[in-house]
């Protein structure tokens, strides 16, 4: 699989590919995001719409991303919405999500997920929201 940001010009374009995966995300109940916010961030040039999919074959699942500057000045990626169908074949994705926060100066990703998520993520450490320290 690979990650496919969408440019700030091409949110709009893009977007109703993105949609019906993400407002799946954000009508979890336990979810606080909204679709209008999203693409608002996006927009703003605030977050980053990203498309995952295989190399050769359309997206099967859409993301958005937002790096965030602390006050102490260090920086992390926050994965605050992902989609779409096949789950299993662009689980693997998070590595690309964390090498690419590493590239934009993050030391770390965080994410909020299901408990039961902790299984699956051994190395990230799991308090009210997914972190692991790059």
Do not use: N
Request: net charge positive; glycine share 10%; proline share 6%.
């Amino acid at each position: 699989m690979i990650l496919t940001p969408v440019p700030i010009d091409q949110v709009d374009a893009i977007w109703p590919v993105a949609e019906p995966w993400l407002a799946r995300v954000c009508a979890r109940r336990e979810s606080d995001l909204t679709l209008d916010g999203l693409r608002a961030l996006c927009r703003a040039g605030q977050g980053q719409l990203v498309l995952i999919g295989p190399a050769d074959g359309p997206p099967v699942a859409a993301g958005v991303t937002q790096v965030r500057q602390h006050a102490d000045r260090t920086r992390s990626c926050w994965v605050l919405a992902v989609g779409g169908a096949g789950a299993r074949a662009w689980r693997d994705t998070l590595a690309l999500i964390e090498a690419g926060a590493r590239r934009l100066g993050c030391a770390s990703v965080e994410f909020a997920g299901r408990a039961g998520w902790a299984g699956l993520l051994p190395d990230y450490a799991a308090y009210t929201h997914f972190s692991k320290r790059l």
